[in-house]
């Protein structure tokens, strides 16, 4: 089956306190999206990349690539109000009947590994997310106040979440609900059942100084 | 309220792949045991410290103290099969009547203002654990399979978890169970409820080859 890749990069960087959306920051001396996007590209460089911008962006973007010489293949879409719209904006420009990954445009460190058993999971069993094993206690807050739960319970869900395109497209067709929190949500209240895959550690999503500290540390390892 | 801080420094390390016990790994080329003991003494220099150590560490420890030049006063316990039972011989050292900080010996950094948070909070109302919001998604997994969550009710939890005198040599006096996660559920099986502070983003628990590199950028930083 053929491969897409939705990347998303709708941020506007507000938690890092700087005026660059923090998609556009530099790690390792080049724009994180530039580290996200070439992931996928030297996993497999068949990949039909979808990268998916606020439209505000884009010509800061096609100045980045001529300046950091960054000419992987790739099409553009517009960034909605919501990431549910902006995913729907890449889907539109996706290869029908391909797998389709949506991606955080923040996510610079998914591995080769971490794609593979997203995409070979969905292609054989319809969709798989990537998923990692709480490192702390967990507590759940209540009306009544808050309790211990079993930590072996819950996964801290990433991304790529891979969907085969009959249901993404089906699953994207309908309208907005707040409880859409990430794509697999989306796919899910259709009534799929979804596919955990193992992640990896390193792949977190930059979106706090603190990230950011901790990806420059990955970078220089 | 006179302040005591038990840290529980029972690991193996094996999860860091090594020889060496975890806590006795050098960050920023000291232990990470005496930046964990050092951020409570900075905190407050008369906050009394027992350090629970299994008692094949204690004599490894010591050289450590004289390598390092270590001189932070403190008493030592032994550790136990359990978390549950280190902590209860690090109680039998303690101040009685004061408030009892748990805090892992892993931890290094912990900020003044969240063990600040913390035993102010205990000393008003009893009890208080610094937590952190969910920075990603999360699925419960269920038989049924897995189902995502709403994450703004799940809170992660850190150390230390400060209690007043009564409430945890009350609790810690009941048999152990399998369902003490922490010590914040030792406490809450007694019927308390327990309060939530604002914990600090870098306060994590070095466990892993990659929390150590993390370890070393903060350090750095």
Not at 21 to 33: M, S
Request: some cysteine; hydrophobic content about 40%.
């Amino acid at each position: 089956m053929e491969k897409t890749a939705i990347i998303v990069a709708g941020g506007s960087g507000l938690r890092m306190g700087k005026d660059i959306p923090k998609q556009f920051l530099l790690l390792a001396q080049k724009p994180i999206l530039m580290h996200t996007i070439e992931a996928f590209f030297q996993y497999n460089p068949f990949i039909a990349i979808v990268l998916v911008l606020p439209k505000s962006q884009i010509e800061y973007w096609q100045n980045l690539c001529i300046k950091y010489n960054f000419n992987i293949p790739l099409c553009i879409a517009h960034g909605g109000e919501t990431r549910f719209e902006s995913v729907k904006n890449g889907l539109a420009l996706a290869t029908k009947g391909s797998l389709i990954a949506v991606h955080d445009g923040v996510r610079p460190f998914v591995t080769a590994e971490t794609l593979e058993r997203c995409y070979d999971t969905a292609q054989q069993l319809g969709n798989a997310i990537p998923v990692s094993d709480a490192v702390e206690s967990i507590r759940q807050i209540s009306n009544q106040g808050n309790h211990a739960v079993n930590r072996t319970e819950f996964k801290m869900v990433q991304t790529p979440q891979v969907f085969q395109w009959e249901q993404i497209s089906k699953a994207y067709s309908q309208p907005y609900s707040e409880l859409f929190t990430d794509d697999a949500s989306v796919i899910e209240s259709m009534g799929y059942q979804i596919n955990l895959v193992e992640g990896n550690r390193e792949n977190i999503k930059i979106t706090t100084p603190f990230d950011l500290l901790i990806g420059e540390a990955l970078c220089n390892h």
